[in-house]
């Protein structure tokens, strides 16, 4: 049973430009989330989808977008890149009925020169 | 809002000793409460999950939990400790509104 999958593992990038991280979900699961982890730091949430629609957004700048395909993977999009977006962005998936209830997988780690 | 206070930043532990991760909630609604494992350079592992019934739940690996609602706190023990439960630990509460709240981390290094 394949567990959550990121892509890809490591991404370098400069100020002002777009980055786009790939995610798929564990098996089954059909709803997914995206949590930025800066260095030191608890993870925050960036948003949720399920049926290919934003649920819920946490208190990051429009800069920050997704999207979900019909097999439920996703998308993570950032705009504009700035320093202080070098992070690790972490994908988790549940159940729309147990969406707390979160598996995560290895995340992308971004850093913006 | 809710938010999580991981009362200790930092455990240094010998192998084979006891040790006890502290969380603190503050909620003003029922919430569900969970612990997670990140070994460097990885991403996190569910360790355990209270989600309603006993308030003492046991997880992977040997780590236990329990849950005080008088006191708002999901506190982590294992009874003895090895060198490959040197991490990350992090407490996080979800009060079912989708999200996961995490607290800021505890970093656990076993010494020989």
């Known amino acids: 049973d394949a567990g959550v999958t990121q892509s890809p593992t490591h991404l370098i990038k400069t100020r002002g430009q777009q980055v786009t991280l790939r995610c798929s979900p564990k098996?089954?699961?059909?709803?997914v989330s995206w949590y930025q982890q800066a260095l030191g730091q608890g993870p925050q949430f960036i948003f949720q989808y399920y049926e290919e629609e934003e649920r819920q957004r946490g208190n990051f700048p429009d800069r920050f977008s997704g999207h979900q395909f019909p097999n439920y993977s996703s998308e993570l999009n950032v705009n504009a890149l700035l320093l202080g977006d070098s992070a690790l962005y972490l994908c988790?998936?549940?159940?729309?009925?147990?969406?707390?209830?979160?598996?995560f997988g290895p995340g992308t780690r971004l850093t913006v020169t | 809002a809710q938010s999580v206070t991981q009362l200790d930043s930092q455990v240094p532990v010998f192998e084979e000793a006891p040790v006890e991760l502290r969380c603190n909630y503050s909620s003003s609604v029922s919430v569900y409460l969970f612990w997670y494992v990140q070994y460097p350079n990885q991403g996190l592992q569910l360790l355990l999950k209270?989600?309603?019934?006993?308030?003492l739940v046991k997880g992977i690996n040997g780590f236990e939990a329990e849950f005080n609602k008088s006191q708002t706190s999901f506190h982590l023990r294992k009874p003895s400790v090895h060198i490959s439960d040197t991490a990350e630990y992090f407490c996080?509460?979800?009060?079912?509104?989708?999200?996961?709240?995490f607290g800021a981390g505890t970093t656990v290094t076993v010494r020989a």
């Open positions: 209270y989600l309603s019934g006993s308030t």
């Open positions: 988790a998936s549940s159940l729309r009925t147990r969406s707390y209830e979160q598996y």
């Open positions: 098996s089954g699961h059909d709803t």
């Open positions: 996080a509460v979800s009060r079912n509104d989708y999200k996961l709240s």
